[in-house]
């Protein structure tokens, strides 16, 4: 099966950076915002826009950009680590209960006054929603992939009756609005702060995971199989895991739960480079990212100057996609 080509999904990922730059209400060419880009970056003395254009490519545009290429990145690693750790093709980044988890922890942090702290709280609160999934898994008999899952949904529904108590009791007025939108997933109001965030836990996380690939090949055979060939399994699932806590706790946190990139980008991507983790993980990491730009752009300029949620964008796109993969899976088995 022919491969997707790296450096050409990563010129597609630049061009498809600096497009997404010049859609907006202001009329921003691609030029213009290769210059602001690169007068920020000292390459160019003196920047050729006025003083307000300079600040909406740099300051309004380029921050939400590159916040939406790191959430979907991020997304698609996190998902492509769950199918494989699990060996289940529903898998997605929330199935152990770690959407629910996050969004429990930036809601009770938001609510307590801790604002800034939200990116902590929805990591803490991943973490701990994949602790204690791994741990009643363990209780019902160990932790194997199907229970692992079972206690995941348990979980993940215990944590959203908790993020619904929360918003019931304490949520009024414009934060009822603000919680609402932000756990329907959207990007409005991203910072340079959030782009650097979401950047440091790519920074952190995906060199481990993309250097498992070998080791993920043999986990689709079992966990006995993979220690036959000297993996240690137990180590490589937790560090695995707790990356993927990490990454889904600090996306949740930015863009609040955004479904379907993690669920279909692996399978669309597998599709076209075979199951080898190798190959398709930074495929998946760049496909993930491409994908989340372009929705995020329509999110945000097809119904101007109303902007929708980028969830609802990314289920209504994710939704048919992943029943064609379901059908094209079907055919080729």
């Not at 910072?191 to 689709?220: E, K, Q, T, Y």
């Not at 695995?240 to 399978?267: K, N």
């Not at 599709?271 to 990212?289: F, Y």
């Amino acid at each position: 099966m022919n491969h997707l080509s790296l450096p050409a999904l990563t010129l597609l990922l630049l061009l498809s950076t600096i497009a997404a730059i010049t859609f907006g209400p202001a009329d921003i060419t691609p030029s213009e915002a290769w210059s602001v880009i690169l007068h920020h970056f000292g390459l160019l003395p003196e920047s050729p826009v006025s003083r307000l254009r300079d600040a909406i490519v740099w300051e309004l545009r380029l921050p939400r950009v590159l916040t939406a290429l790191g959430i979907g990145a991020g997304l698609a690693l996190a998902g492509t680590i769950m199918q494989a750790l699990t060996r289940n093709p529903l898998a997605d980044p929330y199935l152990l209960g770690l959407s629910s988890g996050a969004a429990f922890g930036a809601v009770l942090f938001l609510l307590a006054g801790f604002a800034l702290l939200m990116p902590l709280g929805a990591f803490l609160g991943s973490l701990g929603a994949l602790a204690l999934a791994l741990l009643i898994a363990q209780l019902l008999g160990g932790a194997t992939p199907s229970r692992a899952i079972l206690a995941g949904i348990c979980i993940s529904a215990l944590a959203s009756a908790a993020t619904s108590y929360l918003i019931f009791w304490s949520a009024t007025g414009d934060s009822y609005r603000e919680i609402l939108s932000w756990l329907m997933g959207s990007l409005s109001g991203s910072l340079w702060a959030d782009a650097g965030l979401v950047g440091a836990a790519l920074l952190l996380c995906a060199p481990i995971i993309l250097v498992s690939g070998r080791a993920l090949d043999a986990f689709a055979f079992g966990d006995n199989a993979a220690a036959s060939l000297g993996i240690d399994v137990p180590r490589l699932r937790w560090i695995l895991l707790g990356a993927t806590a990490l990454l889904t706790g600090i996306m949740v946190a930015i863009g609040g739960a955004i479904g379907f990139v993690g669920l279909v980008i692996p399978h669309a991507v597998r599709l076209a480079t075979g199951s080898r983790h190798r190959v398709l993980l930074p495929h998946a990491m760049l496909a993930g990212a491409i994908f989340m730009l372009w929705t995020d752009t329509a999110a945000r300029t097809l119904f101007d100057p109303r902007e929708l949620p980028v969830g609802i964008i990314t289920a209504l796109i994710g939704a048919p996609v992943f029943l064609f993969v379901l059908l094209r899976y079907r055919r080729m088995t």
